[in-house]
Nanobody, 126 residues
Framework: QVALVESGGGSVQAGGSLRLSCVASEDIYRLNFMGWFRQAPGQEREGVAAIYTYGSVTYYADSVRGRFTISQDAAKNTVYLQMNSLKPEDTAMYYC???????????????????WGQGTPVTVSS
């Protein structure tokens, strides 16, 4: 079981930016996929972005493509989510997760992930 610790959430006005960080307790190259998910009150958890750590291949939900960027620093066992042009509908608890699956079709599927962080809140005001 890998431990994941998120940070970087906060409150920002629409149009602003935030960068989330997720530090893993082990080498991220061993984790295959790392992803960012979010859950707003009363809504299902949804996949936002994911990265195949060994090849740095990235995947995005349509709702964030072009605004969010997922990246990694393997030397620090850390994955980042740079969020630009934030909108009020981006308000949610954001979770980092790790998966050992190898099928890219599952990259944004929460059920493919078996290690989760505690979450960091993001609030975007209009």
């Amino acid at each position: 079981q890998v431990a994941l610790v998120e940070s970087g959430g906060g409150s920002v006005q629409a149009g602003g930016s935030l960068r989330l960080s997720c530090v893993a307790s082990e080498d991220i190259y061993r984790l295959n996929f790392m992803g960012w998910f979010r859950q707003a009150p009363g809504q299902e958890r949804e996949g936002v972005a994911a990265i195949y750590t060994y090849g740095s291949v990235t995947y995005y939900a349509d709702s964030v493509r072009g605004r969010f960027t997922i990246s990694q620093d393997a030397a620090k066992n850390t994955v980042y989510l740079q969020m630009n042009s934030l909108k009020p509908e981006d308000t949610a608890m954001y979770y980092c997760a790790a998966s050992s699956v190898t099928d890219a079709i599952l990259a944004l599927n929460q059920y493919a992930y078996n290690n989760w962080g505690q979450g960091t809140p993001v609030t975007v005001s209009s």
